[in-house]
């Protein structure tokens, strides 16, 4: 008997399973969803979708979401211990909540923690949190704090961005260290970089030579497979920087000269010699023999080697520095370090440089432009490591070295509003949004010396030339009297977040949990951490809401399809199935109960700095006038509370008159900037979707188009920055680890190399195209993958070393940390892994009672210790190679 | 007019959209995956390859599977298609036996993947089988039907899948067949598939 | 590299094939019996009980099917040896019941006899599906040509001698049945079948021999399913239950038979091999099934 069809509809929107918000066109009939697939017309993943994006139909009507908000009624919180929830209204879950932040935005909004881990929402969470309420406290979990360290500031610092990635439309030669990127698995998916890659692979011959400590999807697609020691792979980059520089001796003189601070003059003590006036670098002109300023319209050369005196005292180019210093790098110091013979860490820099191609150009839309086809990419698993932030920094030095920093082919990155400060660095321009490691917030570690105290709970203050630190909220929660930190986290708020599970060991984040009197969880399932709340508040699915600018100027995929902008609206594809509300609902909703959402500013506009008040004043509707309604016409009146879809209207209609002259202003969108044709309400948006235009040169090179930017291979600001770190540090009396402040790359050892030698294994995870969050593992048809992968819920080792130490497939083990940490899992043999390497699925080993993801696989984040001896003191990273040891079950 | 499909081993990156693409358009039951994603190892450390073949119905030019049904419930169109009458099949298992590929699936028991409940995507799309049937890849005719590509094609990530007529020699897929010397999986069983594959 | 094995023919299937397999032997052996002239009883209930055993079978495949009430469809398709099998089975089903019915007095009334001529037809026809009974199942098995231990000229020899081993226990049991009646026969019936017990014997080692033998020369998949049955989890059924209860206690069962020559040793002796030689029957078309490893389609290699 055929069913009758009286509703047949396909509703475009943006997918949220991962970073990428790629376009998808879902399919309703009969009010059932059946389908999703992509959208041919956006240019965000060209029609096609990757599987989690099919599976949101199984998450959306999974038994197991939270279908109505619910309130603890057991005191007691910890692992394991059932919360005895209680279901209760809307009206009380907001109430008794809204009461909390009221209270502590009255005493301190520096006691609220916003726990989130939805990157597509930043644009409305954030002006919520730093600006409306007042705290500083953004903590991520898992997915953005192992992985971004050292790879935001290198962007900031190389390509004014948040995301660095390969000109893979230009390039020929990839050299691929620790990253999926274009194999379905970096910080989301990408659909888009998926079909370059495989397009460059096949249709240009793109080379990939990838590092990587186990055979991952990248190493078994690529050309040549190099297993390398986990966290090793500065020691491989600074060998390979030392070949190119004084082996082979091949640079990109030109390059170098124009677009790097090489050819600034730095003096015996490091710094760098600067005119009296104005202070900025000088540089050694060798035709007139005499130094002038860098940005000086009549320097007819610029030196890069030799030294020079100048009024008695010596100095050198920064690149001349640079080489002498790396000398100390050979080959075989460096096999010794990573496993890797030397002689193919010399093939590797030999075959990079010269398909680099040093000298030659391109025509792209009539511009000229260098042309520089051979470029590294990096992500985890190369920075996931104490040594992160000089890792990324080398890596880049690399490229720069080559001349392929923003430019077709190499390391480019989505940063074209960049503005170069005064002594030509890059700085993100105003539109950028994110915390920032560049230009070093040295007037933070000032306040923190003349008031004693730490201000942030992530000891966020220490860390001036980094922002990825916020996994030390849970250090800062167990040992304020240690830090200096003269207030109490009172309340939590988590949204899609899960940090006991996907942090680091599990028992330190309860720890830090249990002394947190309030928490609030905006979740769709019960997951580990939501366990902990004392309120918990049903989320709708994405399938469910309205969303806006999801694609948000971070731009996780760099660039969208081939070089363009894209932002696109998520609408509700079917009515709320549950008694649910979207995560922006529920923040409009606490602000107004809260005191928050209404009313302007109460400080007068000349006490303002940087043109904003200061944060915790003004409600949340002025602030979103100020980030995103820029028309006057379209702007939120103050005190009434709108729908998320007018505001929506309003922000679209509004988007073509962003007002660039509110600096810090984080949040407006300059690409759309002056053209009304992008302007569109909420109408508009729910029929076509998305706005969308083709980048220009100027946009996606701006390194060699635009005048006066020039990339670092020298890092004056470090040791400054370290001596300051230090003194604060030393007064404050909190011991403090300052050795990586140097101005030029060092090798760093992590934690790993000085374990004790009977933790012989090191052990990584990995993620697959079909997982991205620990949520990955509640949606049934992931996991019936995930099981169905030979590799992925085991943990693989090396066949020899299996033999060596007798064990066979499948056998059960125990792997424990130097730390004493342990998990349990079942070995696969396989030939695919360094011998001293244990690699396992990550997002698994979940003890929630959700049936599948229960007692699935293990859980790698519970050998990761969270404490700052661990972390990346400059970039905050954590350290993800551990040492252990196996033994049978 | 001969349907036929080009999957490129080279691209293929192991992502599973083929396998989760089909069981989403077809409401596959648990554990009955119409497409799927091998993986396989070869070599000795270091020198290692791992190669990813997905595999589907192969819809073979002279299959076995519809000279061993008893029941003549599975059959092939003009078109290529290989098909299975759910009407007339009785889930005897010999063509599930006897596919060289093994592709195909019997359909045992009524199962749903959640214990506590149906979801309404699952009751609409399960009355689309028949429990104790056998069951496969269609090559999603119905779609096709319509102008459009299968699931599977729609979806992958890479560019890996191909879609259209054998036959047609200035096909896409016969191009592809021809410049990368496309090759079918176990020759000498002479089962001609419809599925082509380009090496990795 | 793991090898899947099929798992979707199980016990009914080898039931199916062992209760239509023991028809086959159990007739081909009650006619030569037969031809004798002098064990009428055993041959007359011998192939009296072979349609018996062929509905067993076709119950067996009735309710292997998922769907049995479609069971009439499995005639549609003249080119599948399950077709092929079933139509087999039907007429020999009919022959032998038709030729063994007038050998009772209350079917007297057929308007045939076994020596009439009608009766001689019926019976040509019955021999010729009884051995075509004992073939078809090997020849079922062999289609899937990527199930390597599935192979025709191994199984074929292989199935054949079991129908006539298995038939032949049906004999014993049938001949002790009938001590009363057949007297001091019994033990010449119970020796002559004895030797015929040892020489299938022989010859089914040596065909298992082979096929051990050659699977192990043949590639993966084809070992994988050797070392299923003589190392992996198949071993205690084929090992303990089809070499050793199935095939080696018989035959030394046998061979002390041929020296008993009083009753009641003797009649045991039969009863109990009769008893594990249908045992070892049923389980050697068990592990055979059951150790269809499948040819993948690309198989791993530890050296490129």
């Known amino acids: 008997m055929k069913e009758e069809i009286f509703e047949d509809v396909w509703i475009p929107t943006a997918c949220n399973m991962c970073f990428a918000g790629c376009s998808l066109r879902v399919h309703r009939v009969n009010g059932v969803v059946i389908k999703i697939e992509g959208n041919l017309e956006s240019p965000n993943n060209l029609g096609r979708i990757c599987a989690k994006a099919h599976t949101a139909i199984m998450e959306l009507y999974s038994p197991y979401r939270i279908k109505v908000p619910l309130k603890r009624t057991n005191p007691e919180k910890g692992i394991g211990v059932d919360p005895k929830w209680v279901e209760i209204s809307w009206d009380e879950a907001l109430d008794i909540t809204a009461r909390k932040l009221k209270e502590i935005k009255a005493e301190d909004p520096r006691q609220f923690i916003y726990q989130d881990m939805d990157f597509q929402g930043l644009i409305v969470d954030l002006p919520w949190l730093f600006f409306a309420f007042g705290s500083p406290h953004w903590v991520l979990s898992g997915g953005g704090i192992q992985c971004g360290g050292g790879t935001h500031t290198a962007a900031e610092q190389f390509n004014a961005a948040f995301v660095e990635l390969p000109d893979v439309a230009h390039c020929k030669y990839v050299l691929q260290i620790g990253s999926g990127f274009g194999f379905g698995s970096s910080y989301g998916t990408s659909v888009l970089a998926t079909q370059e890659y495989a397009d460059a692979r096949l249709e240009r011959g793109m080379k990939i030579v990838t590092l990587e400590p186990w055979l991952s999807v990248p190493a078994a697609k690529a050309d040549e497979w190099i297993p390398i020691r986990p966290g090793t792979d500065l020691a491989f980059c600074l060998a390979m920087l030392n070949v190119l520089l004084n082996d082979l001796e091949i640079y990109d003189a030109e390059f170098l000269k124009k677009y790097t601070n090489g050819p600034y003059l730095v003096d015996k003590d490091g710094s760098f010699f600067r005119d009296v006036k104005e202070g900025k670098p000088l540089v050694w002109d060798p035709e007139d023999e005499k130094a002038k300023s860098f940005d000086d319209q009549n320097v007819k050369d610029f030196a890069l080697l030799g030294t020079y005196k100048i009024s008695d005292k010596e100095y050198k180019p920064a690149f001349q520095v640079l080489k002498e210093h790396v000398k100390q790098y050979t080959l075989q110091w460096a096999s010794k370090i990573t496993t890797v013979p030397a002689e193919t860490i010399k093939r590797i820099a030999k075959e990079f440089s010269e398909t680099a191609s040093i000298g030659s150009k391109i025509k792209i839309d009539g511009k000229e432009l260098p042309l520089r086809p051979a470029t590294i990419e990096y992500f985890k698993g190369a920075q996931g490591h104490k040594n992160s932030w000089w890792f990324c920094m080398t890596a880049n030095i690399i490229c720069a070295v080559v001349g392929g920093i923003g430019v077709p082919g190499g390391r480019i990155g989505f940063g074209p509003d960049m503005a170069p400060a005064p002594d030509g660095s890059m700085q993100r321009g105003p539109a950028h949004q994110l915390p920032s490691g560049y230009p070093p917030k040295l007037e933070e570690l000032e306040r923190v010396y003349e008031s004693g105290h730490i201000d942030r709970i992530d000891l966020g203050d220490l860390f001036p030339a980094g922002f990825d630190n916020c996994q030390l909220a849970y250090v800062g929660i167990l040992e304020k009297e240690k830090y200096k930190i003269p207030y109490a986290i009172k309340a939590m708020l988590i949204e899609h977040s899960n940090p006991i599970h996907s942090t680091g060991n599990k028992e330190i984040v309860a720890e830090a949990l249990k002394k947190i009197p309030f928490i609030a969880s905006i979740a769709l399932f019960i997951d580990e951490t939501t366990e902990f709340a004392d309120i918990v508040f049903p989320e709708s699915h994405f399938l469910e809401r309205y969303d806006f600018l999801v694609n948000n100027r971070c731009a996780w995929e760099a660039w969208a399809g081939k070089y363009h902008f894209i932002e696109t609206l998520r609408q509700p594809v079917i009515k709320p199935l549950y008694n649910t509300k979207s995560g922006w609902e529920i923040l409009i909703e606490l602000a107004d109960r809260a005191g928050f959402l209404f009313g302007a500013p109460k400080t007068p506009q000349e006490k303002w700095i940087n043109n904003m008040p200061p944060p915790g004043d003004g409600g949340y509707n002025w602030w979103l006038n100020y980030f995103y309604i820029g028309d006057p016409e379209n702007q939120l009146e103050l005190n009434k509370k709108y729908k998320v879809e007018e505001i929506i209207d309003r922000m679209g209609k509004s988007m073509s008159k962003c007002d660039l002259s509110r600096s810090i202003s984080a949040f407006v969108h300059p690409e759309w900037k002056g053209q009304d044709e992008f302007a569109h309400g909420i109408e508009w948006y729910k029929e076509h979707s998305f706005i969308t235009r083709k980048a220009t040169p100027e946009e996606i090179y701006p390194l060699t188009l635009k005048k006066g930017f020039r990339v670092p291979i020298y890092f004056e600001f470090m040791k400054k920055t370290g001596e300051k770190v230090k003194m604060t540090t030393e007064k404050l009396g909190i011991p403090w680890d300052t050795s990586s402040y140097v101005n030029l790359p060092d090798w760093f050892p992590n934690p790993a190399e000085s374990s004790p030698s009977d933790y012989d294994m090191y052990i990584v995870s990995y993620k697959t195209a079909y997982t991205t969050h620990g949520k990955s593992a509640f949606n049934v048809f992931l996991m019936e993958q995930m099981k169905k992968d030979p590799y992925f819920t085991k943990i693989t080792i090396n066949y020899e070393t299996a033999k060596r130490k007798g064990f066979k497939d499948d056998d059960e083990v125990w792997v424990e940390s130097v730390e004493g940490y342990r998990i349990k899992g079942r070995l696969k043999l396989s030939e695919g892994v360094h011998p001293e390497v244990l690699a396992t699925g990550s997002t698994l080993g979940h003890w929630v009672d959700i049936p599948d993801a229960k007692d699935t696989g293990t859980n790698f984040n519970e050998l990761i210790p969270i404490s700052v001896e661990d972390t990346d003191p400059v970039s905050g990273n954590m350290d993800l190679a551990r040492k252990v040891k196996i033994r049978k079950a | ?200 | 590299m793991e090898f899947e094995k099929q798992k979707i023919w199980g016990n009914l299937i080898a039931a199916d094939l062992f209760f239509s397999g023991i028809g086959g032997g159990c007739f081909f052996l009650s006619f030569l019996l037969e031809i004798q002239n002098k064990y009428g009883p055993i041959s007359n209930l011998g192939e009296i009980l072979t349609p018996i055993f062929i509905s067993i079978a076709l119950l067996c495949l009735l309710f292997h099917l998922r769907i049995p009430i479609r069971f009439y469809r499995v005639f549609l398709n003249p080119s599948s040896w399950m077709t092929r099998g079933s139509v087999i089975l039907s007429i020999f089903f009919i022959s032998s019941l038709l030729y063994s019915l007038p050998s009772f007095e209350t079917f007297n009334w057929l308007p045939w006899s076994k020596a009439s001529s009608l009766g001689r037809v019926i019976l040509i026809i019955a021999i010729a599906f009884s051995l075509l009974n004992m073939i078809y199942p090997a020849v079922l098995l062999s289609v899937p040509k990527h199930i390597q231990s599935w192979e025709i000229s191994i199984l074929l020899p292989l199935f054949l001698f079991l129908s006539l081993y298995t038939g032949l226990a049906v004999l014993l049991l049938i001949t002790i049945s009938y001590v009363r009646i057949l007297g001091d026969q019994t033990i010449t019936i119970l020796h002559m079948l004895g030797k015929i017990g040892i020489m299938l014997i022989i010859i089914e080692i040596f065909t298992l021999y082979i096929f051990t033998k050659t699977m192990l020369n043949g590639n993966q998949p084809a070992k994988e399913s050797i070392f299923l049955l003589i190392k992996g989890e198949l071993m205690p059924l084929f090992i303990g239950g089809v070499v050793i209860i199935g095939l080696i206690v018989p035959f030394f069962m046998f061979i002390s038979s041929i020296f008993i020559v009083s009753m009641p040793p003797l009649l045991i002796l039969a009863g109990v091999s009769g008893l594990l030689i249908l045992m070892g029957g049923f389980l050697l078309r068990y592990v055979i099934v059951k150790a269809g490893v499948y040819s993948p389609i690309y198989i791993e290699r530890s050296i490129i």
């Open chain 2, 1 to 200: 007019m001969r349907y036929g499909m080009v999957i490129d081993l080279k691209r293929c990156i192991n992502c599973r959209a083929c396998s989760i693409a089909c069981k989403m358009e077809n409401v596959t039951p648990p554990g009955i995956f119409w497409s799927d994603v091998l993986t396989f190892e070869s070599g000795k450390y270091p020198n290692v390859k791992k190669t990813f073949i997905p595999t589907l119905c192969m819809h073979c030019g002279d299959p076995i599977c519809v000279k061993v049904c008893p029941t003549g419930a599975s059959y092939k169109r003009e078109d290529g298609v290989v098909l299975v009458d759910y009407d007339k099949c009785f889930g005897c298992g010999y063509c599930v036996v006897a596919c060289p590929y093994q592709v195909r699936s019997l359909n045992e028991k009524s199962s749903q993947y959640f214990l506590s409940e149906l979801t309404p995507y699952e009751r609409r799309g399960y009355p689309l089988h028949k429990v104790g049937v056998a069951e496969k890849c269609n090559f999603c005719i119905e779609k096709v039907e319509k102008g459009e590509e299968p699931a599977c094609v729609e979806t992958c990530q890479a560019k890996a899948r191909y879609f259209g007529d054998l036959d047609d020699p200035q096909s896409e897929v016969s191009k592809l067949i021809r410049n990368r010397h496309g090759f079918q999986f176990h020759r000498e069983f002479g089962t001609d598939p419809s599925v082509y594959y380009l090496s990795a």
